[in-house]
């Protein structure tokens, strides 16, 4: 089992910065690949951004790209989500997820554990 927390979430005008944590533990974190996801009021969740086990690799969601820059610390069990220029259409819960195989980092059903999610609030 993983478990996952997530924090940094808030309410932040536009243009503003923010930067997501996704504390790990249970397994080996450095084994897993990393993925955040969002889901918008009324909209179904969606892809932010993923990271695989050695940092080797990372993927975006065309509207994130040049914007939110994913990482992780793998002595420190942590991913990160670092997002800048946020705007109000950025607003949604921001859930971290862990992969064993990474296969599909872009779908949601491609991952094995996920966080309870922490909201980000961008006003206009």
């Known amino acids: 089992q993983v478990q996952l927390v997530e924090s940094g979430g808030g309410l932040v005008q536009a243009g503003g910065s923010l930067r997501l944590s996704c504390a790990a533990s249970?397994?080996?974190?450095?084994?897993?690949?990393m993925g955040w996801f969002r889901r918008a009021p009324g909209k179904e969740r969606e892809f932010v951004a993923a990271?695989?086990?050695?940092?080797?690799?990372?993927w975006y969601a065309d509207f994130v790209k040049g914007r939110f820059t994913i990482s992780r610390d793998n002595a420190k069990n942590t991913a990160y989500l670092q997002m800048n220029s946020l705007k109000p259409e950025d607003t949604a819960v921001y859930y971290c997820a862990a992969s064993s195989m990474l296969t599909r980092p872009t779908m949601g059903r491609g991952y094995d554990y996920w966080g309870q999610g922490t909201q980000v609030t961008v006003s206009s």
């Open positions: 990271i695989n086990w050695s940092i080797s690799n990372t």
């Open positions: 249970g397994r080996t974190f450095s084994s897993y690949g």
